[in-house]
């Protein structure tokens, strides 16, 4: 707030013709002590507690997962499988080119090829390459409507690029008890998976 300055003090009565010029006046400066308290760097006993509590937390949730992880050999094949299927189907509307999933149910292996322009079938690389089924998984049969059920021999299913393929139901099996079936859907490539032996 300003402060006035003419010979009187503020509050008292102005003569008449004198006028009161004001000027700010600097404020008086406060010191800021320096002799503040300081907080010692560190963590308190509660502190750290709630730290191994939370890692000890974590830990117990995460080990059954990681345990588990990469035993389960149908469940892996299966999204391998379904992954590959997506993929081709994909890349054939990108690319305009027809490509074709071979199962070789003798060998337990899938691997696609790419029709090219000239009519020759190209060996796909990276996701669509030659892939065995994990650990003792097997093809206990491949159905194709309109051409029927395979157990044995290669089965071939097209994929093309207007946004189709064949539908196709695979049914795969681990042992004599673990069993899934994936139902591979025509429009969309993406495959469903049922638990056990399903027939469509």
């Known amino acids: 707030m300003p402060t006035f300055r003419a010979g009187t003090s503020n509050n008292s009565p102005r003569a008449p013709g004198v006028a009161l010029t004001a000027t700010k006046m600097p404020r008086n400066s406060h010191t800021v002590p320096t002799t ?3 907080r010692e760097a560190g963590f308190t006993l509660v502190e750290l507690a709630l730290v191994v509590l939370l890692i000890g937390l974590f830990s117990a949730m995460a080990v059954p997962m990681l345990t588990g992880f990469g035993q389960n050999s149908l469940d892996a094949s299966a999204r391998r499988l379904a992954g590959t299927v997506k993929y081709l189907f994909n890349e054939s509307a990108l690319s305009g080119r027809p490509y074709r999933l071979t199962y070789n149910l003798d060998r ?6 790419r029709l090219e322009e000239n009519g020759e079938l190209v060996e796909v690389a990276g996701v669509g390459k030659k ?6 998984v097997r093809f206990k049969d491949i159905y194709v409507p309109g051409r029927g059920t395979f157990s044995s021999g290669e089965v071939t299913t097209e994929i093309h690029p207007v946004g189709w393929l064949e539908e196709t139901v695979i049914h795969l099996e681990e042992g004599e008890t673990q069993k899934l079936t994936l139902r591979i859907n025509p429009f969309t490539g993406v495959t469903e998976v049922f638990e056990g032996h399903k027939e469509f």
Not at 108 to 113: D, E
């Open 131 to 136: 892939q065995g089924l994990k650990g003792d």
């Open 36 to 38: 503040l308290k300081t």
């Open 108 to 113: 337990q292996f899938f691997a696609a090829k």
